[in-house]
C-alpha cells in the first residue's frame, strides 16, 4: 500500500511539473523546478526520477502539495495521472526507481515524517509533532545519538548530517552553500562521501584549536623552559620572526621528522588493522566521525589516558563533541585571520599591528631555500610559480 501511495504522489508531482511549465512557462515555475526539468530535458532524470525529485522538495512546500491536491481533485488532472501509470515506459522507470529505493532494505528517507518536519514552520511544527507521535518506529533520534554520530540504521549520512546540524546550537544550522554532501567523491556513496566530510571537518578543527593557540603563543614571546635540540640550544635564531617564519627557519631535519609522524598519524587512524583492534569502523563504512583508533602497543590511551571522562554521561559526552565542533570551527577561521594579516598586512583591520608580517608561502612546506638539500624541491617551487603570481 505505502508503494502505490508512493507512486501516485511521485506521478502526481510530475503531472504538476508539466501544467506548470505548459501552462504559465517558466516564470510560474519554482527555482527547484526548473532545476530539475532542466535535468530531465538534458537526459538526467527519467519521468519516475522527475517525479521523485519533485515529491522530495515538496514534501516541505505546503503550496506545492495544495496545487497537487487541486490537480487531483479535477477531471484533467485525474486522466493525466492514469495516462501516465498506463504508459508502459514509465511503468518500467517506476518499478526500476523502487527496486533502486529498496536496495537498502528501506524507502527513500525522506519520506518518513522526521525528514520533512525538519523544514517545518513554527506554525506547523504541531502538525510535524502529531505526524512523529503517530510514527513511533521512525520518530527522530535523540538529540545524544545525533551528536554521539550514532545515527539510527533507517537514516541516510544526509539526514545525520540534517539532523546534527539542527541539534548543534547557533544561528546557522544546515548549511552547505557548496553542495559536498549531495556528492559521491572517488565513485563511493554519498554516505561515505559525508563520512569523509565530516571527519576531515573535526580533523581540521583539531589541528587549528593548536595552531591557533601556538600561533598566539610564539607572537606573545611565549618559549619552552628547555633547548629545541643539540644544534638550537635557545630561541636566538626565531626572534623577531614571524610564526609562519618559524617553520622556514626551523631545520630540514626537524621538518621532515614533524612530516613523517603527522604521516604515520594519518595511516593509523585510517588503518582498517588499528580500527578493528580498538572495536571502530572506517568513518566512510558507518564508523563514528572524529574517532581515532589508540596505539595498541602503548601503555596508556591515547585519548584521556587518565580516565577524567570516565564518569560523564552520554548527554554530557555530546555536549562536548559538539563543543568540539564548534570551537574547531572558530579556531579554523581565527587561525586563518592571523595567516591572512601576517601574509597581507591590513587584511584583517582588526588585527592590524598586532601580527608581524610573513613574505613566504604558507601553504608550502619547503620552499626554494631547500633547493640545495632536498631533491625535487626546486621542481616543485618552479612548478608553482605560474600558479601563484606573487611569488615570481
Not at 573535526?202 to 643539540?230: D, Q
Request: proline share 6%; net charge negative.
Amino acid at each position: 500500500m505505502r508503494s502505490v501511495c508512493i507512486v501516485l504522489a511521485l506521478v502526481a508531482c510530475l503531472g504538476q511539473s508539466r501544467r506548470v511549465q505548459n501552462s504559465a512557462g517558466q516564470s510560474a515555475a519554482r527555482d527547484w523546478e526548473l532545476k530539475n526539468f532542466a535535468l530531465h530535458q538534458e537526459g538526467e532524470l527519467n519521468d519516475a526520477e522527475l517525479g521523485m525529485a519533485n515529491l522530495k522538495m515538496g514534501m516541505h512546500d505546503p503550496a506545492l502539495m495544495s496545487d497537487v491536491a487541486k490537480a487531483l481533485r479535477s477531471s484533467e488532472g485525474l486522466a493525466e495521472v492514469v495516462k501516465m501509470l498506463a504508459n508502459p515506459s514509465f511503468q518500467v522507470e517506476a518499478k526500476g526507481l523502487a527496486d533502486q529505493m529498496r536496495k537498502g532494505g528501506v524507502m527513500a528517507s525522506f519520506l518518513a515524517p522526521q525528514f520533512y518536519a525538519q523544514f517545518a514552520s513554527a506554525k506547523q511544527q504541531a502538525l510535524a509533532n502529531t505526524l512523529l507521535a503517530s510514527h513511533p518506529t521512525s520518530s527522530r533520534p535523540s538529540t545524544r545519538a545525533a551528536a554521539s554520530g550514532r545515527a539510527s540504521a533507517k537514516m541516510s549520512g544526509i539526514d545525520e548530517l540534517i539532523e546534527f546540524a539542527e541539534n548543534t546550537p547557533g544561528p546557522v544550522q544546515y548549511w552547505d552553500p557548496l553542495k559536498l554532501s549531495e556528492q559521491e567523491f572517488w565513485g563511493d556513496s554519498n554516505d561515505a562521501t559525508i563520512g569523509f566530510l565530516r571527519h576531515a571537518e573535526i580533523k581540521h578543527g583539531r589541528v587549528a584549536m593548536a595552531g591557533f593557540v601556538g600561533y598566539c603563543l610564539h607572537e606573545n614571546g611565549i618559549r619552552w623552559p628547555f633547548p629545541l635540540s643539540t644544534t638550537l640550544p635557545d630561541y636566538s635564531s626565531f626572534e623577531g620572526l614571524s610564526a609562519p617564519a618559524v617553520w622556514d627557519a626551523t631545520p630540514v631535519a626537524a621538518r621532515l621528522q614533524i612530516i613523517l609522524v603527522i604521516g604515520f598519524f594519518e595511516f593509523w587512524g585510517e588503518w582498517e588493522g588499528a580500527l578493528a583492534a580498538n572495536g571502530m569502523t572506517h568513518h566512510m563504512r558507518g564508523g563514528k566521525p572524529g574517532q581515532y583508533p589508540d596505539f595498541t602497543f602503548a601503555p596508556l590511551p591515547l585519548f584521556d589516558p587518565f580516565g577524567f571522562t570516565d564518569d560523564l554521561s552520554e548527554e554530557e559526552k555530546a555536549k562536548k563533541r559538539i563543543r568540539e565542533v564548534q570551537n574547531g570551527r572558530l579556531a579554523m577561521i581565527g587561525l586563518f585571520s592571523l595567516i591572512s594579516e601576517a601574509r597581507v598586512p591590513g587584511a584583517v583591520p582588526a588585527l592590524a599591528g598586532l601580527v608581524k608580517p610573513y613574505d613566504g608561502e604558507v601553504m608550502g612546506p619547503f620552499s626554494a631555500a631547500d633547493a640545495g638539500v632536498l631533491p625535487g624541491v626546486g621542481t616543485m617551487v618552479e612548478g608553482i610559480k605560474p600558479l601563484f603570481p606573487w611569488l615570481q
